[in-house]
Antibody, heavy 118, light 106 residues
Framework: EVQLVESGGGLVQPGGSLRLSCAAS????????MSWVRQAPGKGLEWVAN????????YYVDSVKGRFTISRDNAKNSLYLQMNSLRAEDTALYYC???????????WGQGTLVTVSS | DIQMTQSPSTLSASVGDRVTITCRAS??????LAWYQQKPGKAPKLLIY???SLESGVPSRFSGSGSGTEFTLTISSLQPGDFATYYC????????FGQGTKVEIK
């Protein structure tokens, strides 16, 4: 069964950094676009970033451009999100999902919570 | 950027009701449209992709239609487990989600 398991969330001060990881299993990561989506407490879904199968194309929502970096290591079956210069408004549950440009999110992890607060 | 507008934001219905949710894209996205169901504390679940294709394992009471800029999700006979929040999503150009429609018990 396809599984996506996120980790790396936690409490961080404004201006700080975190690196989220997503471990993929039971499918060949290198065959799929992958994405990060976040959901602030009590709010809707917000797309954060997409990355192509080989990492050659990356796209970001405007609010995180220049601060977040999506990456992947297909050999380690892992997806990452490096988050720098964190703000209070980045507080959310962060999901990784299989899918990207012209591919819907058919599998999602359970999410990892990021809280940005002093 | 493509904006997605869902309506209504909240819908009150009873078990057995036929329910329709509408999603409008700010520009044509062909059929690159998905619908998700999300229950409290859970990850989104894919219901419909390519505007009208039913994801494996999803009950046939769920259906999707539309193309271009206008799309609908229909639940033919609402069941107790269907009370949840539903999101549309375009995946033609990056991803964008609608604001969600909460289906609650009338």
């Amino acid at each position: 069964e396809v599984q996506l398991v996120e980790s790396g969330g936690g409490l961080v001060q404004p201006g700080g950094s975190l690196r989220l990881s997503c471990a993929a299993s039971e499918f060949t990561l290198s065959s799929y676009w992958m994405s990060w989506v976040r959901q602030a407490p009590g709010k809707g879904l917000e797309w954060v970033a997409n990355i192509k199968q080989d990492g050659s194309e990356k796209y970001y929502v405007d609010s995180v451009k220049g601060r977040f970096t999506i990456s992947r290591d297909n050999a380690k079956n892992s997806l990452y999100l490096q988050m720098n210069s964190l703000r209070a408004e980045d507080t959310a549950l962060y999901y990784c999902a299989r899918g990207g440009i012209r591919w819907s999110g058919d599998y999602w992890g359970q999410g990892t919570l990021v809280t940005v607060s002093s | 950027d493509i904006q997605m507008t869902q309506s209504p934001s909240t819908l009150s219905a009873s078990v057995g009701d036929r329910v329709t949710i509408t999603c409008r894209a700010s520009q044509s996205i062909s059929s690159w449209l998905a619908w998700y169901q999300q229950k409290p504390g859970k990850a989104p679940k894919l219901l419909i992709y390519q505007a009208s294709s039913l994801e494996s394992g999803v009950p046939s009471r769920f259906s999707g239609s539309g193309s271009g800029t206008e799309f609908t999700l229909t639940i033919s006979s609402l069941q107790p487990g269907d009370f949840a929040t539903y999101y549309c999503q375009q995946y033609d150009n990056y991803w964008t989600f609608g604001q969600g429609t909460k289906v609650e018990i009338k």
